[in-house]
DNA sequence: TACGCTGTTTACATTCAGTTACAAAATAAA
DNA sequence: TTTATTTTGTAACTGAATGTAAACAGCGTA
């Protein structure tokens, strides 16, 4: 069996997260945020598959959360509101969510709707050939799909084609010596002899970016007369 | 001379509906209904071309009504809004309108679309295939069918038939390295060769449209000595 | 301390992608 | 048809990423 699909419950009320979490936890891998603000940062360290979002968020509206939501990802939402007006229910449709629905809630409805939005993405995607992996680091995620770096303060750490494979391989296998030779067949596809220095220098512009203090990196550490290590734990998802 | 085809008018205000029948039935066979539940049975019993559909329906309204028959059938729809507002112009569109009209609606005008819709339809229809994907990321929307893309502004953003072709591949594949090999095989349905710079123009030409930043590209990336990646989450339907 | 070994850093060369301008081809208009 | 307009391909140039070579630094050992 695949792992379970994973879903991120949004609400300040406590009490409905309970109830929701419960509802859900039996058929799906069920995450809480009781804001705005916590959801972007789980979306970058954990695989969220659906987001329930309660738009009657306290502090800014659960229509802008789901406005910014939408910008950093394409991840299918299901609202719940308060009124039945359509108004909300165009505005919410219009920013991107996959499908509403009104309070009281129906747990039966909800667990329902959750399956059908979960079902319609399945099918959308039989070319799954792509990579959506994603590994955090000391304070960096680390998208596969994406190709990108961003520190957990939200910026992203441009990096390179070659840097990106590179901390790519390195980051697969943490806390495991690699060669220079494993890293340039899995970064450039080619072998290494002795004199081929690229590795080093590439490691070195790497530390430039992620390091501390690249002189005496706690990342990427060498491992004299063979290689180097990724010194660190991390966590994939 | 062919049979002439059919429109169905659903709109609950009498008076604009004859207006309606009045304005087309010059040239076109026109059906009627007055509500949404009229509708589906209309649909099953007659070959209907196309239907003219007012939201502001009484009862459930006219984006439900909308929502309904786009789950039994692929009939172009022209939609009658109220309000002018980009929020029901895009929510149509995105629940599979094919055009909107804002009311107060001008009978030549509404003439003029129902012949374009039909018109485009029927130009499609010889190639057979039934296209209706529609792509969305990063607030835009690019619909298989159209050949368009649009921002969630609601404005469209002209691309020309190649940029279209290889935003569609690159789309379809999201998240997965795509070397120049595909991607000409794709859109240009030719090998290709290290000589070979095409397709490179061509993605810059598509940054220059969709990127904020060209230069520090988001949505398309560059992998070094392999090709790009289309380097965002995509919803499909 | 001097020497050898290995990794780091810098500078520079090379390769590859981005950009631009223009030519060729395709398409639309007259 | 011819003519205009748009789209696409090509070549040349620019700049960024990567590879290479050499100088340099740290460390252990004789």
Redesign the pocket.
Known sequence: MPSRQTVLVVDDDELLRTLIRETLQENFKVLEADDGAEIESTLKEKRVDLVVLDVTLPGDDGFSVMRRLRKQSQVPVIMLTAKSEVVDRVVGLELGADDYICKPVEMRELLARVRTVLRRLDNRRPSSAAETARHRFNGFTLDIGKRQLSADSGCEI????????LLRVLAEHPNETMN?DDL?EA??D?DWN????????????L??KIEDD??N?EI?????????IFATDVSSS
């Open positions: 441009p990096l390179t084609s070659g840097e990106f494979d220079r340039l970064t450039r080619r002795p004199f081929d220095r690229s590795i080093d220098v590439l490691i070195g512009r530390r430039k690249p002189k990196p990427i550490k060498t491992v004299r007369g063979t290689g180097y």
